[in-house]
């Protein structure tokens, strides 16, 4: 193809694109006759842009509440342990909440309740779900939350459910008194879907009838809390017979106290 007007001992293309690449060859004639040169390859290449480099920042360490329990006593048939939490996420959370007695004796802890029953309940104090005697095929799930296994049937009682966000209650009772105990795990603890908040409210005495909170934080970083063991301010709020002067000892993992 002949370029217009490119009749001059040199060409410049002041503007180059991709579109000028090709093969270019001079075609030179006079008066005695023509000849042409050897083609030549003129290749343009589009500049690379160059890419910003993104610094992506370190995680930001959080920590979470991932197992939640208490021990209490329940002084005779009927008496309840009442166990509050609250859930912060945007949709139904998966939660595991068992309560144990008979297998507590395992442990050496004497007195344990023969028959626990489960119930839970929502903000509302509507009853969600309630459990007698667990079930073995939930017994997987307990291995990979961590949870002590329970012996084939055992009357302790569990439940895996999905709860709504917001409040709910948990309460243990038996067919007789004893020692209880009430564990709640989150088996996906994450920023947007946690638990943020744990209450218990049960009868309390010296010995085997104390009132024991356990707590397991999982996560990157320190989880700073808030624990409260409130009696006199109960009475308030209509409750009978509350705790005079209540004691909070608190002890790390390993027994020592902090």
Known sequence: VALPQATTASIQIPVTTVADGGVYSVLVSNAFGTTASRGVTLTVSAPVPEIPSVIIPPARPEAFLSNLSVRSYLPSAG?????????????????????????????????????????????????????????????????????????????????????????????????????????????????????????????????????????????TGDKRLLIRAMGPQLAAFGVENPLADPELVLHGSGGAQL
Do not use: C
Not at 103 to 129: I, N, W
Not at 158 to 181: C, K, N, R
Not at 193 to 201: D, M, P
């Open 79 to 219: 008496a309840v342990l009442n166990v509050g939490f609250v859930i912060q996420s945007d949709g139904p959370k998966p939660l595991v909440l068992r309560a144990i007695g008979p297998t507590l004796s395992l442990f050496g802890v004497p007195d344990a309740v023969a028959d626990p029953r489960l119930e839970v309940f929502d903000g509302g104090s509507v009853q969600t779900a309630e459990n007698d005697d667990w079930r073995a095929g939930d017994a997987e799930q307990f291995a990979r939350l961590g949870a002590f296994s329970l012996p084939p049937g055992s009357a302790d009682a569990a439940l895996i459910v999905d709860l709504p966000p917001g409040p709910g209650t948990a309460h243990a009772w038996a067919t007789g008194g004893g020692v209880v105990l009430v564990e709640i795990y989150d088996p996906a603890a994450a920023t947007r879907s946690k638990i943020v908040n744990l209450s218990a409210r049960a009868l309390v005495g010296p010995g085997e009838q104390l009132m024991i909170g356990g707590f397991n934080v999982s996560g």
